[in-house]
Structure formats: structure tokens, C-alpha cells
């Protein structure tokens, strides 16, 4: 869906640059709703043991944690496959390109 | 949902596309998709959750529990989506 979604966007934008920013926007949103959606679950998991009646406090600063320790995870492991990449490539061409 | 945005711009096609229409359009077509990915993911967790062995109905027990389990989904979604966006606006702070 991503690459017809985002090709689709491109022809239509190609008339018109307003729409063009708008479809990037709105592409943009939606991988930041994909992303929520995922960290939902994952926190879920990890942090729901059982449903009651409310989202106690310990829960909801579990939850939290979860995001704030989820996105350091992603950057760390980024860093660390970048600075392994100068010593020793594993992939033929650099991620941050 | 590509299918269903496609057919509907060939709706058109012949006349000069509006771009506030298209807009409008997208916009309803992505909320459509979010809340169908967050019913989804709902209804698994909760299924997950509140069903032990499949039995011919859902019991008074299991119903409560899934009833409490989809609001506590909710706030969890919430309690993410605000940490996330903090955590944007923290990082877009100290560039």
C-alpha cells in the first residue's frame, strides 16, 4: 500500500503543488498513526496485566516509559549499526544515505 | 481502501479535478483506515485477553471484561500517542 499509495500522490501532485504538500502531509501522518498503533501494542503487552475498571497511574507511567524507552532503543540501535558500519561494512551502502 | 480512492477519481475522470474535493476525500479515507487498524488491534488484544477456552456464548464475565479491556485499549492509545508527540516536540526543542 505505501509504494502505490506514495506513487499515486506523486502523479496527482505532479498538476497541482498544493496537493502535492498535502499528500506528503497527510503520507507522513499516516506513518506516524502506524507507528502509535504499533507502540500500542507493544506497551500493551508489556505493560497491561489485567483491564480494570480505570488506567491506574502505575499502568499509564508504564506506558509512558515503554514509548520514551522504545524510541531510545530505536536510535540506539541506529547509532550503534552506523558506527559499525564505518568500522566494519556489513552493508553495501550507508543507511544514512 | 486503494481500489475504493481509485474508482472514485475515475469518477471523474473527463473533468478538471478538484483539489479541495481530493483533499477532503483522502483525509476521511485515512481516518476510515486509522480506526479500522485500531478496531483490529483491539479486537485481537481483547480476545487475547478475556476469552480462555471458546465456549458456545460469551459469558457474562467475558463480556465484562471485554467491554472493560476495549477502554482501557483506548486510554492506552491515548496515554501513547501523547507520549510520542511530547517526545517529537522534545526533540524538535534541542535541534
Not at chain 1, 504499533?38 to 480494570?52: A, I, V
Not at chain 1, 514509548?67 to 558500519?85: A, C, G, H, K, P
Not at chain 2, 483491539?42 to 471485554?66: A, H, V
Request: charged share 25%; net charge neutral.
Amino acid at each position: 500500500m505505501e509504494s502505490a499509495w506514495s506513487s499515486r500522490g506523486t502523479s496527482l501532485g505532479s498538476s497541482d503543488p498544493q496537493l502535492q504538500r498535502f499528500m506528503e502531509a497527510e503520507v507522513q501522518k499516516q506513518r506516524v498513526q502506524l507507528l502509535i498503533h504499533h507502540m500500542t501494542e507493544l506497551c500493551w503487552e508489556k505493560c497491561m496485566d489485567k483491564p480494570g475498571p480505570r488506567l491506574d497511574g502505575r499502568a499509564e507511567l508504564c506506558l509512558v516509559n515503554c514509548v520514551e524507552r522504545f524510541i531510545d532503543t530505536s536510535q540506539f540501535i541506529l547509532n550503534r549499526l552506523e558506527q559499525t558500519q564505518k568500522a566494519r561494512p556489513l552493508f553495501s551502502e550507508r543507511l544514512s544515505d | 481502501m486503494d481500489s475504493g480512492f481509485g474508482s472514485d477519481f475515475g469518477g471523474t475522470g473527463g473533468g478538471k479535478l478538484d483539489p479541495g474535493a481530493i483533499m477532503e476525500q483522502v483525509k476521511v479515507q485515512i481516518a476510515v483506515a486509522n480506526a479500522q487498524e485500531l478496531l483490529q488491534r483491539m479486537t485481537d488484544k481483547c480476545f487475547r485477553k478475556c476469552i480462555g477456552k471458546p465456549g458456545g456464548s460469551l459469558d457474562n464475565s467475558e463480556q465484562k471484561c471485554i467491554a472493560m479491556c476495549m477502554d482501557r485499549y483506548m486510554d492506552a492509545w491515548n496515554t501513547v500517542s501523547r507520549a510520542y508527540n511530547s517526545r517529537l516536540q522534545r526533540e524538535r526543542a534541542n535541534m
